[in-house]
């Protein structure tokens, strides 16, 4: 069974830069879509990020666009997200996800549609 660790949380200043690593093991199947999710005390799920498996096709949330960047490195079995300009409503725990999947083209934003989930990173935004 896959297994999906995250890395890379912290406290940083409003309008900082931090960089989330999704290591990945125990994968059995060929292909794997892969999400940013993050969740806020009291609030839903909400999704931030997906990457096709051949990284050629991205998805983002509206509320990061332009300033978070997803990509992934199959031969390390990582994928990356790397936060610029960030903001006090970006504090959340962040969560990695998996997807199995037949392409190598497809991404998904919805939350129920990934098979594996981290535990999750803490990034707190201060003001």
């Known amino acids: 069974q896959a297994q999906l660790v995250e890395s890379g949380g912290g406290l940083v200043q409003a309008g900082g830069s931090l960089r989330l690593s999704c290591a990945s093991s125990?994968?059995?199947?060929?292909?794997?879509?892969t999400g940013w999710f993050r969740q806020a005390p009291g609030k839903v799920r909400e999704f931030v990020a997906a990457?096709?498996?051949?990284?050629?096709?991205?998805d983002y949330a509206d509320s990061v666009k332009g300033r978070f960047t997803i990509s992934r490195d199959n031969a390390k079995n990582t994928v990356y997200l790397q936060m610029n300009s960030l903001k006090p409503e970006d504090t959340a725990v962040y969560l990695c996800?998996?997807?199995?999947?037949?392409?190598?083209?497809?991404?998904?934003?919805?939350?129920?549609?990934?098979?594996?989930w981290g535990r999750g990173t803490q990034v707190t935004v201060s003001s």
């Open positions: 990457i096709s498996w051949s990284g050629g096709n991205t």
């Open positions: 996800a998996d997807k199995a999947t037949y392409t190598n083209y497809m991404t998904t934003t919805r939350a129920n549609e990934y098979d594996y």
């Open positions: 125990g994968r059995t199947f060929s292909s794997y879509i």
